[in-house]
């Protein structure tokens, strides 16, 4: 169970639209569409973004919107606001299993 | 209000027991998958263990396979996690969080989990002699 591979970190100005992918293999991302998204602010617990791969749970921005083309997930985060800064995790089945990735840090400008 | 309430942690030598426990509340507890996850001092999120509606499907990291234990009481609305021969890796914040599917809405596939939706403010584990 290897960790998925996100970018250590992503930046943007206020606005802009950041993008984090989120590398996998056949085995898992690119398997099928359970990936979701996670956002986690320091001393705070984590708050699902996405799931199903493209699906906004109640509550959520449309700031925020997720994506998939073969092995890769992406969160894209538009309209970019000093509050988005935070870490953000994808989470995989993998394997009879599941695995959250890496984990990017996302700077605001 | 939906809520999750862990607890159980603490300091613990290395080889010894612990037993996690999650009192959730404000939702059907029997219609959802539950989760436990972790976050080490300074690292990342890791998931640990998940378990069906029904306790009828239930999975592990590799890292813990063997040495944890997740189980449900649907009739009191917890989840527990027996933390066997404990080492100084398994030192984190151990959050209990609710699955998003529910298994009576007849949409998901209650072998599998969706996402995530509601966390608990965690419990933490220290091991160390």
């Known amino acids: 169970q290897s960790a998925l591979t996100q970018p250590a970190s992503v930046s943007g100005s206020p606005g802009q639209s950041i993008t984090i992918s989120c590398t996998g293999t056949s085995s898992d991302v690119g398997r099928n569409n359970l990936v979701s998204w996670y956002q986690l602010h320091p001393g705070k617990a984590p708050k699902l973004m996405i799931y199903e791969g493209s699906k906004r749970p109640s509550g959520v921005s449309n700031r925020f919107s997720g994506s998939k083309s073969g092995n890769t997930a992406s969160l894209t985060i538009s309209g970019l606001q000093a509050e988005d800064e935070a870490d953000y995790y994808c989470f995989s089945y993998a394997r009879r299993s599941y695995v959250f990735g890496t984990g990017t840090k996302v700077t605001v400008l | 209000e939906v809520q999750l309430v862990e607890s159980g942690g603490g300091l613990v030598q290395p080889g010894r027991s612990l037993r996690l426990s999650c009192a959730a509340s404000?939702?059907?507890?029997?219609?959802?998958?539950m989760h436990w996850v972790r976050q080490a001092p300074g690292k990342g999120l890791e998931w640990v263990s998940g378990?069906?509606?029904?306790?009828?499907?239930?999975g592990y990291a590799d890292s813990v396979k063997g040495r944890f234990t997740v189980s449900r009481d649907n009739a009191k609305n917890s989840l527990h996690l027996q933390m066997n021969s404990l080492r100084p890796e398994d030192t984190a914040l151990y959050y209990c969080?609710?699955?998003?599917?529910?298994?009576?809405?007849?949409?998901?596939?209650?072998?599998?989990?969706?996402?995530?939706?509601?966390w608990g403010q965690g419990t933490t584990v220290t091991v160390s002699s």
């Open positions: 378990i069906s509606w029904n306790s009828g499907s239930i």
């Open positions: 969080a609710k699955d998003i599917a529910s298994a009576s809405s007849g949409i998901y596939n209650v072998y599998y989990y969706y996402g995530m939706d509601v």
């Open positions: 404000g939702f059907t507890f029997d219609d959802y998958a």
